[in-house]
Every structure is written in C-alpha cells, then in structure tokens.
C-alpha cells in the first residue's frame, strides 16, 4: 500500500507493557508487522517495566522504528500502560499484553467498527489459546455485582466458526483499543488504587460510566499464549493469587472495587456473605493447589487476608 493510499487509515498507536518476556514480545511485535493495517499508520510503544532480561536493548537494536521506554522504577500493568498512553499519539490507542500473538486483520477489524460506531469506546477481539487456536479464552465478560463472580463469555468453546455478531462486555482485559477522546474524558488506569488485579474492571465501570460500550469483536482476533486451564500444576495462578504480591491485591481490589461501584443493598450481600466464601475458597486453592513449599504458601495466604483487611479500611480519597 502506497503511502497516498494509507493517509486514510487514522494512526493507530499499539501500547505493550513488557517485563521479562523478550522471546514472546518479539514475537507480538513481528505479528504486528505483519498485519494488513498500513505499517506507516502504526505507532508501536513498548513500555518495559524493568525487566532484567535485555528487552530494552533487543527491541533497541532490531526494531528501531519502535518507540521504546523503560520505567525507573517498577509500575506494574497499570502504570505502564498510562507510561504508554502518555507517549502515544495516535487516535485510538490498542492496549496488548506481550504473551499475544495477532491476527492479520485484527487491528483493521477493530478499527473498522470504532469508526462506524462512535459510541463504542473500546473494543476488543476475541481472545483465543495459542495452543490450542480455536479453543476461546474470553469473548467478553458477565459480573455479577452481588456474589461479584465474573464470567468470561465463550470460555472454553471450540469454535470452528466465530460467533456473528457484536458481543457487549462490561469489562476489558489482556487486549483492546480505546478511542482517545474516552482517555481524555474518563482519564488514565488508577495506577494507585488498582496497580494489578480489578485495574481493567475498574477502567470498564468508568468507559461504561461515562456513556460508551465496550464491545468484543469476533472478526478480531488475537491467540494468548498462557497455559490451558488443565495443564496449570500451580492453581492458585488460575485465581491470581500464586504469590505474595498478587495474593495481596486479589483480597483487596474485589472489595475496592464493589465498595465503588456497587449499590449500597449489592454491597451489603458482598461484603457480609460472597465476601467471605470466596476468602475460604482462594484460602483453599492457596493452601492446597499449589506444590510450593508451606512456609511459601502461609506467607501468600497471610498476604490474602492483609489484603482483605486493607480493603475493608480502603475510603475514597477526596
């Protein structure tokens, strides 16, 4: 495509958070140059969030079209995709983690309907296992504000043929374009309340909030490459709660979250019942589905419990 043909085609800016993962986010980045949208209306942002296995200097050296940018100091998914954003310039911005692979077509596809619908204010393919590539891993997500269970739609279907049509979410997750003007209206990713965990749901709510639909794509694809479900030996990583880190955030971001968002008889049911059964069920996967040594596993169920108990204290700050 010439570049008078292209000049159409509105700047698309492709923001990677990265940490440690240099084979896979080369390998993103060939799909992406690989893609049927105009390389010249691409703005490809890497933010490596201090990784220690030489990314910031092997996408330096091969790819020095890219604009690369190392943190320094280590701000997690959230911040990094905000490093990103501030960094872009294009009129829709697509937020992808390193571990994806995309489809030909996919960046096209969702650009196409942002352009016709402007009341979509993200979008997002449909997610599919990169080993096993018509098995779906998300197509969409259902909560429910009282238990707060989230349902991935279209989890775990083989599908020859992709679903028809539009699919609404009412959350966002591992890959999706967002219009600029929804950044300019809503703002950034709460890297403070959300740095991990809930960062995504959080984002929706406010998307959603503001008046825009999200909406998964089937004609956009992407392949995640992380484990199938029935080959994770560890769990506790399935729930996001397999060390002390992320143990911590998992207990408090679900109750942030339902403190914000929730009406106050929703909370009421969350906070004094499914509060306190999924503590007992993440306690149980913590503690029993995972072969990490004991002492391992009672430090992340106490980082669990203190993040249950610092989302209990959590107030909105004014």
């Given at each position: 495509?010439?570049?008078n043909?292209?000049?159409?085609y509105p ?9 440690n993962r240099k ?5 993103l980045?060939n799909?992406?140059?690989?893609s049927?949208?105009?390389?010249e ?14 990314t910031y ?15 320094d ?8 995709r905000?490093?990103?954003?501030k960094?872009s ?8 983690d390193?571990d ?11 650009v ?21 590539p018509?098995?779906i891993w998300?197509a ?5 504000m ?6 991935k739609?279209g989890?775990?279907?083989i ?5 028809k ?12 374009m967002?219009?600029?003007?929804v950044?300019d209206?809503?703002?950034p ?9 809930y960062?995504e749901?959080d984002?929706g709510?406010?998307?959603?909030r ?6 998964f ?13 029935e080959?994770?030996k ?13 143990a ?8 942030i979250?339902?403190?914000k ?8 049911f969350?906070i004094?019942?499914f509060n306190?059964l999924f ?5 149980r996967v913590?503690?029993?589905?995972s072969?990490?040594p ?7 169920a106490m ?16």
């Amino acid at each position: 495509m010439s570049s008078n043909e292209s000049k159409g085609y509105p700047l698309v800016s492709v923001v990677i958070p990265t940490y440690n993962r240099k084979e896979k986010l080369i390998r993103l980045i060939n799909s992406i140059f690989n893609s049927d949208y105009p390389k010249e209306r691409l703005e490809i942002i890497v933010v490596d969030d201090e990784s220690t296995d030489g990314t910031y200097e092997e996408v330096k050296k091969n790819f020095p079209e890219i604009k690369i940018v190392r943190n320094d100091k280590k701000k997690f998914l959230a911040g990094s995709r905000n490093v990103g954003i501030k960094n872009s310039n294009g009129k829709y911005i697509f937020l992808i983690d390193d571990d994806n692979i995309v489809d030909k077509s996919c960046i096209f596809q969702l650009v196409k309907i942002l352009e016709i619908y402007p009341k979509i204010g993200v979008i997002a393919p449909v997610m599919y296992y990169y080993k096993q590539p018509n098995r779906i891993w998300c197509a969409g997500v259902r909560r429910n504000m009282i238990t707060s269970l989230t349902k991935k739609i279209g989890a775990e279907k083989i599908v020859n043929i992709p679903f028809k049509d539009l699919i609404e979410s009412v959350d966002i997750l591992n890959a999706f374009m967002i219009r600029r003007e929804v950044i300019d209206i809503v703002g950034p990713f709460n890297e403070k309340d959300f740095p991990i965990h809930y960062d995504e749901a959080d984002y929706g709510e406010k998307v959603r909030r503001a008046g825009y639909k999200i909406i998964f794509n089937p004609k956009a694809k992407v392949w995640h490459d992380i484990p199938l479900p029935e080959e994770e030996k560890d769990k506790a990583r399935l729930f996001h709660c397999h060390n002390e880190y992320r143990a911590y955030y998992c207990g408090r971001n679900r109750i942030i979250f339902h403190k914000k968002y929730s009406k106050l008889w929703q909370f009421f049911f969350f906070i004094f019942i499914f509060n306190w059964l999924f503590a007992l069920y993440y306690l149980r996967v913590i503690l029993f589905g995972s072969k990490k040594p004991l002492r391992e596993r009672l430090k992340i169920a106490m980082s669990y419990l203190n993040g249950i108990w610092s989302g209990l204290k959590w107030k909105k700050s004014c």
